[in-house]
């Protein structure tokens, strides 16, 4: 564990309360709460004396059988192929497939810049991460990771749309990598956290829908973000049948099952009303075209990748300075907090992370505001 980095949002949150009324541009959360349609099947919950003994491993049946119905129609997955797993969000999805795939010493090949939470993960599995470039605009550098398969690779971990960048991955890029890893015969780790969030006309893609990727392919997928149930922490995953026990392993040993009450939760939220989410990415998506105006004057001192998924930019500054540092005296003089680049893996240059969907409109813009005057305080 002394090899494992820690995990920065703490970090960052015991700097914010030293320095009450700090706007945190930090953790990627949404503002908005679960949908009504949620709290509604808490009766039923409540109705039942058995939910509060033990359940499936997987899941409740129920609950797989409304993923799998969200997973035909809107990622057009078939799931005859293939078995869904309900986990305590997805960060635990992901240990599963780790654990349940790896030996120690294998290797797994992440793109820079990564989800922190996955390059610790595959420490303590004692697996060995990998790490690729991405381009200048994050995007997939296939011919790198294909050049960076090795014999002890057991897996290609891909996020779109991607934390901490924004960046939405091409259709061909993601089929070229299913592809590779058909054809090498290694997994393909698809995180689609943030699959809902989209904008000017990007395009989720699911590789599980891909022509023969069952036995390659391992979905991952959360609520915590679309339907505001980050506490809840209810996720899933979606495996190839061979993989089934040795994730079963994984689950029962460390959680036994999901909590029950949650899963009753996430089937009321997936019901929801489609003008729930239309509703609330919708207001999401106007926060960002005003971010992105008042990012705009800091065209010379930082470049600003196109972002057209998840709510994050990731900013490249252009400045003789340590992310972290920065970070700190944005805190401490300014009153805003973001994430530093190099916790994502980019430690040549100054990167920070900035996030916007936590924040209402008003108050996402102020805290905007104070980042570019203190950006330009620090570039004189």
Known sequence: M????SPIIPVVGELIRSHPGTISLGQGVVSYPPPATAMEMLSQFFAQSQNHLYQPVEGIPRLIEVIGEKLTGFNQIDCRDRHIIVTAGSNMGFVNALLAISTPGDEIILNAPYYFNHEMAVTMASCQPVVVATDANYQLDVEAI?????PKTKAIVTISPNNPTGAVYSLESLREINQICRDRSIYHISDETYEYFTYEGAKHVSPAAFTDSHDQTICLYSLSKAYGFASWRIGYMVIPHHLLLAVKKVQDTILICPPVISQYAAIGALSAPPS?????????AQVRKEVLNLLAPLADICKIAPAPGAFYFFLKIHLDIDSWELVKILIQKYQVAVIPGNTFGMEQGCYLRVAYGALQAETACEGITRLVRGLRDIAK
């Open 146 to 150: 294909r050049k960076a398969i090795t």
């Open 276 to 284: 729930y989410l239309q509703t609330n990415i919708g207001a999401i």
């Open 2 to 5: 002394s090899s494992v980095q």
